[in-house]
């Protein structure tokens, strides 16, 4: 069955640094979702991506963050200057997209997660 | 903020049945309710998600009352690796909607 990759499944990296998150969404969707959770908390929606722009973002998403899509299998987040209080799992989802004819085709699926340390 | 309540934790019995309730009393009509469920840490898995009617796959059975503001999860034959934080969401079946989860309901199968 086909999953939502993410490398790596865990990054320890020193405040101020950039870090580069991967994903492989799953072959045939088109719609790309990264969500957080901190440690105990809920899992919070960070943004999501569509034809090669980003559709939707949070408060949270502010300018030390940026998505992208460098070929047709990656989708990255970058954190610009992480901070301490970046540190979370950080989850890339997928969904195929709505095509009106089934209501099985926007379902969100995850990847494992990527737990990011700050020190 | 989550448009669902959910009870913080459940016990259940290896091998019976789990009920795991949802309120969405404000939920509109073109809204869908979502169930996915995480395993520790790992990545939200998901589970299964209706409209109107009642949904079966082969994970699970959702119950959709008929005025659609509450529903319940069944797992059929709870197994410890059933163990986890399940959540009940609501949202549009479009493409591009943000998933809003609430806390869950902890799910805790016990032998």
């Known amino acids: 069955e086909p999953e939502v990759t993410q490398t790596p499944s865990h990054q320890v990296t020193q405040m101020g640094q950039e870090v580069i998150l991967r994903c492989v969404p799953i072959?045939?969707?088109?719609?790309f979702y990264w969500y957080r959770q901190i440690l105990g908390q809920k899992v919070e929606f960070l943004v999501s991506?569509?034809?090669?722009?980003?559709?939707?973002k949070s408060e949270i998403f502010d300018d030390q963050f940026s998505v992208e899509r460098p070929d047709g299998s990656n989708f990255t987040l970058k954190i610009r200057s992480t901070k301490l209080e970046d540190s979370a799992m950080y989850f890339c989802?997928?969904?195929?997209?709505?095509?009106?004819?089934?209501?099985?085709?926007?379902?969100?699926?995850f990847g494992p997660g990527t737990r990011l340390t700050v020190l | 903020d989550a448009k669902t309540t959910q009870p913080p934790s459940m016990d259940c019995a290896e091998g019976r049945a789990a009920n795991l309730p949802c309120n969405h009393s404000?939920?509109?009509?073109?809204?869908?309710v979502y169930w996915y469920r995480q395993i520790h840490s790992q990545g939200p898995q998901y589970i299964i998600h209706?409209?109107?009617n009642n949904e079966t796959n082969e994970m699970a059975s959702l119950i959709i009352t008929e005025d659609r503001k509450s529903s319940t999860l069944i797992l059929p034959h709870a197994t410890l690796r059933d163990t986890a934080v399940y959540y009940c969401?609501?949202?549009?079946?479009?493409?591009?909607?943000?998933?809003?989860f609430g806390k869950g309901t902890r799910l805790s199968v016990i032998a």
């Open positions: 989802a997928s969904s195929e997209g709505f095509d009106g004819l089934s209501s099985h085709t926007d379902t969100q699926y």
């Open positions: 072959s045939n969707h088109l719609y």
């Open positions: 991506f569509y034809n090669n722009e980003i559709s939707e």
């Open positions: 404000t939920i509109s009509g073109n809204e869908y």
């Open positions: 209706g409209l109107k």
């Open positions: 969401i609501v949202g549009q079946n479009s493409g591009n909607t943000p998933l809003v």
